[in-house]
């Protein structure tokens, strides 16, 4: 994993709770904590900071993670507009995802394993991704849609009726945007 | 988990931990940087390599395309020797096919034939150019020679279609300037004939304007603009592209190969110019190209400017932009020009001038114009103004200049100019007749034939019938002038293939033969000739620019007579033809041109008029041919007296050959005449050396004629 979401979780975590926090959840887990965005970091690490976020409020690592991508992309805006002002809604802006955003990515970082999926419209305000990762990072990536929804003013209501972590071969989002407004 | 800040110990080891982590951060922030640096580095040395790479493989490219380019040039060269002989074949089976299916076919084939040549030829120029295989000329050209050139060749389109043609050059443009005068016209003649093609009625207008101008050269801009049928703008800007406008609606409008014009946009390119062509549908179209010329060192030393200084001028002309273009040529000299729309005004203003005790000195009239025409308005004047103020009457006319020449003489009227008017034959023709009313007890109009010894051979040659072949009109006309005048009578073709059908209806004394000749040349056509039952003794006489030796024998081998060099020089041809037709007028013994015959003593030694003839008018030129014959003959008569002694009569004689050619250039008469007749003794079949008489003779008339030209040179240098 590139050390650039390394230190989005980082300042996710102390924006939301404070540098102590941040320092403890890297005792506890052992993770170094000296994140450099051009560097790889093992996906361990990652997983070992969310294990231990878990541990210490309680709540599911799936969520922490869901929490995390969707607070961090606000972020991800901040970095690279260029990838978010040509759109005015959530789903063109995902559907940009695996021609551009991604494969950008993995330009700017040289190493980084970002996803493709795979899109199916079923119906004018859904959109159907399937997640096939080694990583198995499906609830980071719904979040990260949650957050999307948030930058485009939108509301994303999301199902996942497939899921690696139950067995099947690839993770099914169903997303369903709404104006937030409503 | 803990809570910040509660205790400070525990505070700044938190505090130590950041900071240490911080710190590691940064080394590897500096690793990746630094590592990311020598990445760049090498990506961009791999770009540079990649560069050089394609650069290389682009010269390549160019290469190949060069290459390919001089393989197309020397293949087009290739194509075109049997291609005529094919053209040429074609249409002599033709002309003897009884089957008319037969001669439609052979017909069709001769017509494709020279259709492909056109072809292949502007292929070879195209291709020449593009390989860079063409080398301009950088020498003194008149633009207003270019212009005369162009309109000469293409006068007799232009009026047997009806259309009027101006050319004007602004008065701004230098008139003597440096550069390839045959490309130029090549190009200017390009835009005029499609100009012709192109236009149903009305008129075609060459301009010459002044783009820029610095130290030493002038960006000049050449424009066509006729009232012809229009090109459609999205057409416009592939006109001058090569092969592009090879599709059905261009090649009816352009005809052709297609590729006139992108010869003509590389050519501007190559005189460091453009081109360019506006055009609206139906109304006409303007051709324009620009091309830097060098301006010429010298200065104009011959000032029409003096001769027509404060003279009054009145223009007659029904068309208004007659009367403008015409005006416009007169605007840079200090002349003062005025106006007439008809015949009858133009009286009126004569008279009332006449009057008002300003008279014109000069009346330019239009010949064809209604009810009063040029000749009658001339008449009229004569009789209600004294002669004494009567005007000098200049005759402009675009139909037959023969014509005109004889209906002008007998209304007295001396001078005619034919249209299209340039500002050099009307400066020209203005001179002339101011300077003859001024001495009107002085010399008249000098002729160029007159003074080229015509009157030692009238007698020879009156009544001679004479074919005169040349596919160029202009070489017609000038050999016909001087032949008429003579009192020969002269018929021309224009193709080889014309003249030996004509030949054949009989009727000639002799052929006057041009060598190079497209579809059938010279040498070809007198083959014909020759082999024609009755015209086996026809003497035929070639003209050829072609001055190598071993190729006149080629040509006296093939069957032809006798040869003479381009430009040809009066007297020459007067004695050539002559020797070659002894006739009914002359004692059958006495040869043409007799040994010492004192003719050849009287001719003079340097005849300034003669030589200007050849060169176009251009004295500057004229010293520095005469610098060049001194330098070159200084040291060479001892030599060639030398070998006369050693008896190596042949090499002696190609030197006289060569003396005969180089003397008749500079109007050195006296010298040319006799080294011709030097040459031809020595050439006679039982020759020897000449007589010490004739070597005297040959010695005196060398040094005099180096001596007077010395004093000419040096008489221009000062
Ligand atoms: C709704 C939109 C997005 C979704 C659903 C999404 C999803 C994901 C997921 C699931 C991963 C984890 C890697 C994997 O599962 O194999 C990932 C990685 C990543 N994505 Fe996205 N992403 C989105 C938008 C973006 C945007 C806008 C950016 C920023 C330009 C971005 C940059 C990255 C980066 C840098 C990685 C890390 C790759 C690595 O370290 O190997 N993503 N993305």
Sequence with gaps: MKGIIFILLEKVVIEAHGEGVWDALLEKSGASGTYTSLGSYPDEELLGLVAAASEATGRPQGEILTWFGRKAMPLLRERYPDFFTRHQQTIPFILTLNEIIHPEVRKLYPGAEAPDFGFRRSGPNELELEYRSKKKMCALAEGLIHGAADVFGEKAVIEQPRCMHRGDESCLMVCRFESAAS | ?718
Excluded at chain 2, 97 to 104: L, Q, S
Excluded at chain 2, 609 to 615: I, Q, Y
């Design chain 2, 1 to 718: 988990m803990t809570s910040e800040g509660e205790d400070p110990r525990v505070r700044i080891q938190q505090l130590e931990q950041r900071l240490a982590r911080q710190r590691r951060v940064l080394e590897e922030a500096e690793n990746i940087a630094e590592r990311a640096t020598r990445d760049l580095y090498e990506r961009i040395q791999e770009l540079e390599r990649i560069r050089v790479q394609l650069s290389e493989a682009k010269e390549q490219a160019e290469r190949a395309s060069q290459a390919k380019s001089a393989f197309l040039a020397n293949m087009s060269h290739e194509i075109r020797t049997p291609l005529t002989a094919i053209i040429g074949l074609a249409y002599l089976t033709m002309r003897r096919a009884e089957d008319p299916r037969i001669r439609k076919n052979l017909s069709d084939i001769h017509e494709s034939g020279n259709h492909l040549l056109g072809l292949v030829s502007d292929i070879l120029d195209l291709s020449k150019l593009e390989a860079d295989k063409i080398m301009l000329d950088d020498v003194d050209l008149a633009i207003d020679g270019v212009l005369e050139r162009v309109s000469t060749m293409t006068a007799a389109r232009a009026q047997s279609q009806g259309l009027e043609m101006a050319f004007s050059v602004a008065p701004e443009v230098p008139r003597q300037l440096r550069g390839d005068t045959v490309r130029l016209s090549q190009v200017l003649l390009n835009y005029v004939s499609n100009a012709i093609k192109f236009t149903e009625r009305g008129e075609i207008t060459v301009r010459v304007d002044l783009e820029s101008q610095d130290a030493d050269s002038v960006l000049l801009r050449f424009s066509v603009t006729d009232t012809g049928i229009g090109v459609a703008p999205e057409h416009l800007g592939r006109l001058f592209r090569p092969f592009e406008q090879i599709d059905n609606s261009d090649t009816r409008v352009h005809g052709g190969s297609g590729l006139g014009l992108a010869i003509c946009r590389r050519l501007a390119e190559r005189m460091g110019g453009a081109v360019g062509a506006t055009s609206e549908v139906g109304r006409g179209s303007t051709f324009w190209f620009t091309a830097r010329l060098h301006l010429s060192l010298r200065t104009a030393e011959f000032s029409p400017r003096q001769e027509l200084e404060g003279r009054r001028v009145l223009v007659v002309d029904d068309n208004p932009t007659a009367r403008t273009v015409i005006s416009g040529l007169l605007s840079p000299f200090p002349v003062t020009v005025e106006t007439a729309a008809s015949g009858a005004e133009a009286v009126a203003h004569v008279v009332a001038a006449h009057q008002a005790g300003q008279p014109f000195h000069v009346l330019l009239l239009d010949w064809r114009m209604p009810e009063l025409d040029g000749i009658a308005t001339a008449r009229r004047v004569r009789e209600l103004v004294p002669h004494s103020s009567c005007p000098a009457v200049l005759l402009i006319t675009a139909h037959g200049r023969e014509e005109a020449i004889g209906a002008a003489a007998e209304a007295g009227i001396e001078v005619v100019i034919s249209k299209p008017v340039t500002e050099s034959s009307l400066v020209d023709s203005l001179v002339r007749a101011v300077s003859g009313r001024e001495h009107p007890a002085g010399q008249p109009a000098r002729d160029p034939a007159r003074s080229a010894g015509v009157d030692d051979f009238t007698d020879a040659l009156r009544g001679r019938r004479v074919l005169v072949v040349d596919d160029v009109p202009m070489n017609l006309e000038i050999l016909r002038g001087l032949l008429e005048v003579a009192g020969c009578s002269v018929e021309t073709a224009d193709s080889g293939m014309e003249a030996v059908e004509r030949v054949r209806r009989g009727g000639f004394d002799v052929v006057l033969m041009d060598i190079q000749m497209p579809v059938m040349d010279g040498v070809s056509a007198t083959q014909e000739i020759k082999r024609t039952p009755g015209c086996e003794r026809l003497p035929v006489i070639a003209i050829t620019a072609n001055v190598l030796e071993q190729d006149h024998q080629r040509y006296r081998a093939s069957g032809i007579d006798d040869v003479l060099c381009k430009p040809v020089e009066p007297s020459m041809l007067y004695a050539t033809v002559a020797r070659h037709t002894p006739g009914v007028r002359r004692d059958p013994g006495t040869d043409p041109v007799a040994p010492a015959e004192p003719a050849v003593t009287l001719a003079p030694l340097f005849d300034v008029e003669n030589a200007l003839g050849f060169l176009g008018g251009n004295r500057e030129l004229l010293v520095r041919t005469a610098r060049m014959f001194i330098a070159s003959n200084e040291h060479d008569v001892e030599p060639t007296l030398a070998l006369l002694t050693a008896a190596d009569l042949k090499t002696a004689a190609r030197r006289f050959h060569r003396l005969k050619g180089s003397s008749a250039m500079l109007g050195c008469r006296r010298l040319t005449e006799l080294s011709a007749l030097l040459e031809r003794e020595l050439k006679a079949p039982e020759a020897k050396a000449p007589s010490a008489e004739r070597l005297r003779e040959f010695s005196a008339v060398m040094g005099q004629t180096m001596a007077v030209l010395r004093k000419h040179v040096e008489a221009a240098g000062t």
